[in-house]
Structures are given as C-alpha cells and as structure tokens.
C-alpha cells in the first residue's frame, strides 16, 4: 500500500488481486459468525443460561454503541458481524426461550 501511494507501482497487481479477496472472505466469516452466535443462543438455555445475557455482555463490549467499526472500510474489513445485530440477535433468541 505504501508503495502504491509513493510511486512504486510493481506491487499494484498483486495489491489489486488480495483487497477483493479479502473482502469475499470477510463475508464468508461473518457468515460464519452468526452461525457460530446461533449456535451459542441454542447451548446457553440448556446450562440455565439466557442469550439476553450474551446481549447484555456485547453492550458492554461495544461500549453501548452497537454502530462502532461497521461502517465504512473498517465494516467491509471486520469478520464479526456488526455488534447490534449480534445483539438484536441474542435478544430475539431470548424472547423464544
């Protein structure tokens, strides 16, 4: 990247190739995540455990703001999905219990 911004342009292609890369795999974790945050929301009930519990600890996390590092190139980057919807997530499987 470095490189790219002061003039050295031999490293662009490879740069080119990796950034949609990365970007298609971020996705695929996220994916991955919620699937991951599913099954949690299934297992907790089952050691006496709301998942209200594991909304009330991503809260804390985030420092109350569920938004922070979604948005933008940070949120393209990020393989967790955004800490709300983890949230929201935990507070529907809560409601079902």
């Known amino acids: 990247m470095i490189g790219f911004l002061f003039g050295d342009l031999s490293g662009t292609g490879s740069l080119s190739v990796s950034i949609p890369t990365l970007l298609i795999n971020s996705g695929f974790s996220r994916r991955h995540e919620r699937e991951a945050d599913e099954f949690a929301f299934a297992l907790l009930p089952r050691h006496g455990i709301s998942p209200e519990a594991f909304a009330r600890v991503m809260a804390r996390l985030s420092g109350g ?25 935990a507070r529907r499987a809560a409601e079902k219990e």
């Open 65 to 89: 703001d569920g938004e922070a590092g979604t948005t933008g190139p940070i949120g393209y980057l990020s393989t967790h999905p955004p800490s709300d919807e983890r949230i929201e997530a």
